[in-house]
């Protein structure tokens, strides 16, 4: 997906229903922390925060301007879990994680991690396949990769590095309400 569909995507997610948790974080104030070299996540250990950084990455990667890993998304999505999901939500959430990694080794043969590029968004694909054959995902797996794709979205456009220089939004002090026009602005502007 490249990040002018991302960025359609977030705005269909934003307009259309969002998953009961992740509406209320953010109408909640929900700021994932930031990202120090002392940060340890709250609900997965540490392989789990890898893959989900690695998942992140591949949805929203870098390109000119930085990608989700950079952003610090998996922050967001650890907050996410932690705090504003049901114990049997980050169960379900938990176990799609597992199954995700379960069905890397199936497939190559090899850790998630361990996976080419090529092959993590091959798999990422399949997902996304899994995900679109239904509007209600049955499966863990499907359920998860659904979640990682609105948490990265929402997380990663909500962020500073996702607001400032993505979406090249100002920071908002005084009202402008003559401003030039700019043929290569972001999409947000114009």
């Known amino acids: 997906m490249d990040r002018r569909e991302a960025l ?15 509406a209320t974080g953010i109408l909640a104030g929900c700021t994932a922390p930031k990202k120090t ?17 690695m998942i992140a990455e591949r ?19 650890d907050v996410m879990v932690a705090d504003w999901f049901s114990a049997e ?16 080794k199936k497939k190559y043969k090899l850790e998630f991690l361990d996976c080419s590029e090529q092959q993590q968004t091959e798999l990422l694909l399949e997902l996304e396949n899994e995900v679109s054959k239904s ?11 659904s979640l990682m794709k609105q948490f990265t979205l929402i997380g990663y456009y909500t962020s500073e590095i996702g607001a400032t220089q993505e979406l090249s939004m100002p920071i908002m002090g005084q009202y402008s309400g003559n401003e030039p026009f700019n043929q290569n602005s972001r999409a947000w502007a114009w």
Do not use: H, M
């Not at 709250?42 to 890898?50: H, R």
């Not at 949805?59 to 999505?77: K, L, Q, R, S, Y």
């Open 135 to 145: 509007k209600d995902p049955q499966t863990p797996r499907a359920e998860f990769f």
């Open 37 to 53: 070299a002392d940060w340890k996540p709250k609900v997965f250990n540490s392989l789990q925060n890898d893959v989900v950084t």
């Open 89 to 104: 939500e980050t169960e379900t959430f938990l176990l799609g994680l597992q199954e995700t990694l379960a069905y890397s």
């Open 59 to 77: 949805i929203i990667p870098e390109t000119d301007t930085p990608g989700a890993g950079a952003a610090g998304v998996n922050t967001f999505i």
């Open 8 to 22: 359609k995507q977030c705005s269909l997610l934003l307009g259309g229903v969002l998953a009961t948790p992740i």
